[in-house]
Structures are given as structure tokens and as C-alpha cells.
């Protein structure tokens, strides 16, 4: 019955469900130490994810890149990806909005095993999109101009959706840790994604609600 409960959230709509999760993430890391196809997390935003602009944030902790691409943030839903980040296996990060196959890549400084803090930021209108890595900002790039992050999708950290919560391959599945994941349906102003100093409007790490699903440890920051 939990399980059928679950396809039909993730087939009618994350928001529409009341997902039986926790909600308690406030000071914590989600800590993923293998390459599998089975440990995830699923993050229940608080408002849709119905985006003409964004900003993501997120703590993340990873060993140098491998021989292979590995996910950091993954939002599926209406058989695309709408709103993904990759860690590439030459050490660059993609963005994909909306789409399976076309994404924009930046060469920024890499992700630390001590901790790196890693914004995106992007706007439909110009499509003016832009990395901050602990607090600096990249070039800006023009990607996805006048397309849209739908709503109805699910949000999974760990794992790279190839369908609605499944469809998972454990060669691109994330493998570090990773903290303080929030997502505004606006564009930060310069100073605020500097400080961090408010919490998202979409995704609040300490108050969203998430499930866990194989081997996947809390830890205290």
C-alpha cells in the first residue's frame, strides 16, 4: 500500500500528496559513501516547482571527479528533466532546464572535499543564468531563454531520475555528502546569495519535508 501510495504521488503530483516524511533536516548532511542505484532521498518542497527564475543553493562535499558524470540535484517530471545539476567527469557543472539533452556548462572551481558552497541562478526572460561558488560569481551564460521549470515533478538528491522517482543507474548516482538545499522562485539579490542569510521559499532545508530510501546516513554538521 506505501508503495502504491508513492507511484500515485509521483504520477499525479508531489504537491498533491501528503508525503508520511520527516522534517527535520536543520543543522544536518545527507551522506551518500557508494555508488548505488538504491539510496536516495526524496525532498517534498513546500510550494510547486512552477519557475520562470530561480536561484538553487546547495553544501556539497565530493571527492575529486572520476571516470564518470555525477548527479548533485535532480527534478523530473513530465518525461524531462526540468531542472537538474551535474558534476561532469572533466570537473564541470551542468545545468539542464526542461530538457534531457541540451544543458550549459561552466568551468568553475572545484567541488572540495571540505565543503563547497554551490548557487546557480536563472531567469526565462533573458535566460541569463550564472554559478556562485562560495560567494563568487561566474561569467554569465544565455541558456533556455523563455522556457519554464514545470511543476508536478519529483525532487530526488542521490540519484538521476531517468523516470518520475526511478530509473536509476548507480555510474552516475552521487557519492559525498550534501547540506542546506534551498530553492527560491526568484533570483537572489548578489548580497544574499553572499550571506545566505534567508531561507527558500520553495525548498526550506529546515523545515522541508523527506523520505530516505536505502543506505543513505545523517549526520550533525
Aim: some cysteine; aromatic content about 12%; charged content about 20%.
Amino acid at each position: 500500500a506505501i508503495v502504491m501510495f508513492r507511484v500515485l504521488c509521483f504520477v499525479i503530483s508531489v504537491g498533491l500528496c501528503a508525503p508520511q516524511g520527516n522534517r527535520d533536516l536543520h543543522g544536518k548532511s545527507l551522506s551518500f559513501q557508494e555508488q548505488t542505484d538504491t539510496g536516495y532521498a526524496i525532498l517534498y518542497p513546500e510550494n510547486p516547482l512552477n519557475l520562470d527564475a530561480f536561484t538553487l543553493c546547495l553544501r556539497v562535499s565530493a571527492e575529486p571527479p572520476g571516470d564518470y558524470d555525477m548527479i548533485l540535484f535532480s527534478y523530473f517530471g513530465d518525461r524531462v528533466d526540468q531542472l537538474n545539476l551535474w558534476r561532469k567527469q572533466d570537473g564541470n557543472v551542468s545545468l539542464y532546464i526542461a530538457s534531457n539533452n541540451d544543458d550549459v556548462s561552466f568551468s568553475l572551481p572545484q567541488i572540495s572535499t571540505f565543503g563547497t558552497q554551490l548557487c546557480v541562478t536563472w531567469e526565462s526572460s533573458s535566460g541569463t543564468t550564472a554559478f556562485w561558488v562560495d560567494g563568487k560569481m561566474s561569467v554569465r551564460k544565455t541558456y533556455r531563454q523563455h522556457q519554464k521549470v514545470h511543476p508536478g515533478g519529483t525532487v530526488i538528491l542521490g540519484q538521476d531520475q531517468d523516470l518520475q522517482g526511478g530509473g536509476f543507474d548507480a555510474s552516475q548516482s552521487f557519492v559525498g555528502e550534501v547540506t542546506n538545499v534551498n530553492l527560491w522562485d526568484y533570483v537572489l539579490p548578489n548580497e544574499s546569495i553572499i550571506q545566505l542569510d534567508r531561507a527558500g521559499n520553495v525548498i526550506d532545508w529546515k523545515s522541508v519535508k523527506y523520505e530516505i530510501a536505502g543506505d543513505v546516513k545523517i549526520f550533525q554538521n
